[in-house]
């Protein structure tokens, strides 16, 4: 057992190696365990990976199925779509632009960046800055890093961010709008609000999404800006979020996934990790100490510790358990290393 690994009272190694997931099995040895192992030549051809490879659609996307397609024209359900196949990938499988589809889905999803950098249609003809944010973190880890496409894109979410150095969900977040106002404006056709309030208080919950962007970028992780931002999500951990009037609940800090959708702890802390904050510093120290306190005896991590948003028990959330513990591992070994120790 390395050094990050003693810090557990339970071995999650060996749930993870007993798994039946040869692909999760394939990357505990070799990121966790520091194996050589072969070249994993299987993965592109792999079944879960090739039954999201053949939805794709010529154009690079992926076709929404969501009924609410016809109800809500001006959004771009196909965008939303690729996003979640693409993540799962780039983010899970890591395949990048090397691969035929993921170079496909990557020229579609630059296909609907705007003249100002962000990516848009998600939030109708609205800006977006977290899902920009989450969207250019994966086309990072797909390798377009030195895309000055993708460097339009952290431009502009860098002056995108509030007086406080973080960011809201969009600009109408900032604005004195009725909830009815702001529906209208992300659903249907409206022209684009460019004016906001940057004085208004960030929320950590969109902050946490945009800087993954810049977490997973080999050189605008080391911005300032970045990691401002950095200070302000952690400093919210468990914290209700006040200023977005969704997903104020604490216990979101708490409901995991992986790939990753929404900002929560194992997210944030995966982002922090990949910005150089140290396990000394003390909210860094408060997270790491409740993934140790909240260990399962299995050695594993449940996908939800909140009263609110329970999970329900199927083989895809036993699955999501493995990847998720598996993530926050990978989290206490680059926090724990022998370069940054606790």
């Known amino acids: 057992m390395f050094q990050w690994s003693s810090y ?55 076709k929404s199925v969501s009924k609410n397609q016809l109800r809500y024209p001006a959004i771009n359900y196909s965008l939303i779509e690729t996003w979640r196949n693409f993540r799962i990938l780039v983010e899970k499988y890591r395949l990048t632009k090397e691969n035929p589809a993921v170079r496909k889905a990557s020229e579609y999803i630059f296909s609907c960046q705007t003249d100002f950098g962000d990516f848009r249609g998600i939030l109708a003809d609205q800006f977006a800055m977290y899902y920009t944010g989450a969207l250019a973190s994966l086309l990072n880890q797909a390798g377009y890093e030195k895309d000055p496409r993708l460097n339009n894109a ?33 659903s249907q056709k409206a022209s684009t609000i460019t004016e906001r309030d940057a004085t208004r208080p960030s929320s950590h919950n969109w902050t946490g999404m945009v800087i993954r962007a810049f977490a997973n970028h080999p050189q605008y992780r080391n911005r300032p800006e970045a990691h401002q931002a950095g200070k302000l999500l952690k400093k919210a951990f468990f914290l209700k979020d006040k ?100």
């Open 243 to 342: 200023n977005y009037t969704s997903y104020q609940d604490a216990g979101y800090w708490v409901k995991f996934e992986y790939p990753y959708w929404w900002n929560n702890l194992v997210s944030a802390m995966d982002s922090l990790s990949n910005l150089g904050f140290l396990a000394s510093d003390p909210d860094i120290k408060r997270g790491l100490d409740w993934f140790h306190d909240h260990q399962n005896q299995s050695g594993l991590w449940n996908i939800s510790y909140s009263s609110k948003h329970q999970v329900k028990n199927s083989p895809k959330s036993k699955n999501m358990q493995l990847w998720v513990s598996f993530q926050i591992c990978r989290i206490f070994q680059r926090f724990l290393d022998a370069n940054r120790n606790f």
């Open 8 to 62: 557990f009272e339970y071995n999650p190694i060996d749930p993870l190696l007993s798994s039946n997931d040869e692909i999760l099995k394939h990357f505990v040895k070799q990121d966790l365990l520091n194996r050589k192992e072969k070249d994993l030549f299987f993965l592109e051809n792999a079944p879960v990976v090739q039954k999201i490879i053949k939805k794709q659609q010529p154009n690079g996307s992926w």
């Open 154 to 186: 952290l431009e502009w979410l860098l002056s995108t961010r509030q007086d406080d150095g973080g960011w809201l969900a969009n600009y109408l977040m900032s604005l004195n709008l009725t909830n009815k106002e702001v529906n209208r404006l992300t």
